[in-house]
């Protein structure tokens, strides 16, 4: 993904030897190279030609100022760590990133070690859901993790980890995180009360459990992006699975309350298989 500079730059500010900030044809750009940074100060000029490894721009004006906020009071060295990151996610996934990412991961990375480093660990109640359903990003916010540790020898916890690879999956998704946040919740709310309503306790790791999220999932965005699905064996199903399809009523009230929609029997109707094999899996708490 390497670029070049169409213009001559004027350096704005020095993060690190890697990280520059620079104005070029009258906007303002984050330019990732190792060495570019080497020796440079504010008002040098970087001249065009010269290959980039990564360079970003922040369009939006909001973004941009509060990108400008965020550099004003973050120590530098982890503004600068947080755009080789991004960098590196941008190059493992061979995507551009929604720009939202330079404000809202650089800003949690800072109070993240803030945190950390006063012992203030923050349980991630999404930890599971994450790692199954964004694998991707899960195993690249690894790689972040390990990059942060190495850096400022601060050990980075799973929870934090799942925590970055939510930040990845919004910037994947034009930095819908909310959503992103809203389906883990309401993936969780299911689970509890199935687990309640069956007096049961599901195997957090079990493949049926993952099955059992990634369905939950497309279900939601399936209603989001009204692409509904037909299901010819619902009478077999309400037949053979009477009492899943019951509990998988009662379940759906819980997507349908969040995001205002009424659940097809289509959709009911394959939940209830889920919730078999969740039954038949899972262990009797009593």
Same mark, same amino acid.
């Given at each position: 993904?390497?670029?070049?500079?169409?213009?001559?730059?004027?350096?704005?500010?020095?993060?690190?030897?890697?990280?520059?900030?620079?104005?070029?044809?009258?906007?303002? &750009?984050?330019?990732?190279?190792?060495?570019?940074?080497?020796?440079?100060?504010?008002?040098?000029?970087?001249?065009?030609?010269?290959?980039?490894?990564?360079?970003?721009?922040?369009?939006? &004006?909001?973004?941009?100022?509060?990108?400008?906020?965020?550099?004003?009071?973050?120590?530098?060295?982890?503004?600068?760590?947080?755009?080789?990151?991004?960098?590196?996610?941008?190059?493992?996934?061979?995507?551009?990133?929604?720009?939202?990412?330079?404000?809202?991961?650089?800003?949690?990375?800072?109070?993240?070690?803030?945190?950390?480093?006063?012992?203030?660990?923050?349980?991630?109640?999404?930890?599971?859901?994450?790692?199954?359903?964004?694998?991707?990003?899960?195993?690249?916010?690894?790689?972040?993790?390990?990059?942060?540790?190495?850096?400022?020898?601060?050990?980075?916890?799973?929870?934090?980890?799942?925590?970055?690879?939510?930040?990845?999956?919004?910037?994947?998704?034009?930095?819908?995180?909310?959503?992103?946040?809203?389906?883990?919740?309401?993936?969780?709310?299911?689970?509890?009360?199935?687990?309640?309503?069956?007096?049961?306790?599901?195997?957090?790791?079990?493949?049926?459990?993952?099955?059992?999220?990634?369905?939950?999932?497309?279900?939601?965005?399936?209603?989001?992006?009204?692409?509904?699905?037909?299901?010819?064996?619902?009478?077999?199903?309400?037949?053979?699975?009477?009492?899943?399809?019951?509990?998988? &009523?009662?379940?759906? &009230?819980?997507?349908?309350?969040?995001?205002?929609?009424?659940?097809?029997?289509?959709?009911?109707?394959?939940?209830?298989?889920?919730?078999?094999?969740?039954?038949?899996?899972?262990?009797?708490?009593?």
């Amino acid at each position: 993904m390497n670029n070049s500079i169409l213009h001559d730059c004027k350096v704005i500010k020095v993060f690190n030897n890697n990280v520059l900030l620079v104005s070029e044809d009258d906007k303002e &750009k984050i330019l990732f190279r190792k060495g570019i940074g080497f020796g440079k100060k504010t008002g040098d000029i970087i001249k065009s030609g010269v290959e980039i490894e990564k360079i970003f721009t922040i369009e939006d &004006k909001t973004n941009y100022a509060n990108f400008k906020e965020l550099i004003n009071y973050a120590d530098q060295g982890i503004v600068a760590l947080s755009e080789e990151i991004i960098a590196m996610i941008s190059n493992e996934l061979q995507e551009e990133l929604d720009e939202k990412i330079h404000i809202s991961l650089t800003d949690h990375i800072v109070f993240a070690l803030k945190r950390l480093e006063n012992n203030e660990e923050i349980e991630n109640p999404f930890l599971v859901e994450t790692e199954i359903l964004y694998k991707k990003e899960f195993d690249i916010a690894k790689k972040a993790a390990l990059t942060i540790e190495k850096a400022t020898s601060i050990y980075i916890p799973d929870g934090e980890v799942g925590f970055i690879a939510l930040h990845i999956h919004s910037a994947r998704n034009k930095g819908k995180l909310s959503n992103t946040i809203k389906y883990n919740f309401i993936s969780n709310s299911i689970i509890e009360f199935l687990e309640e309503e069956l007096d049961i306790e599901i195997d957090k790791e079990s493949l049926d459990y993952a099955r059992f999220l990634a369905h939950i999932r497309f279900v939601i965005e399936r209603f989001v992006s009204n692409n509904l699905i037909k299901n010819d064996l619902i009478p077999a199903i309400k037949k053979q699975y009477k009492s899943s399809y019951k509990i998988a &009523k009662k379940s759906v &009230k819980i997507i349908e309350e969040q995001f205002s929609i009424k659940v097809t029997e289509d959709e009911i109707a394959y939940l209830a298989i889920h919730i078999e094999r969740l039954k038949q899996t899972s262990n009797k708490i009593h």
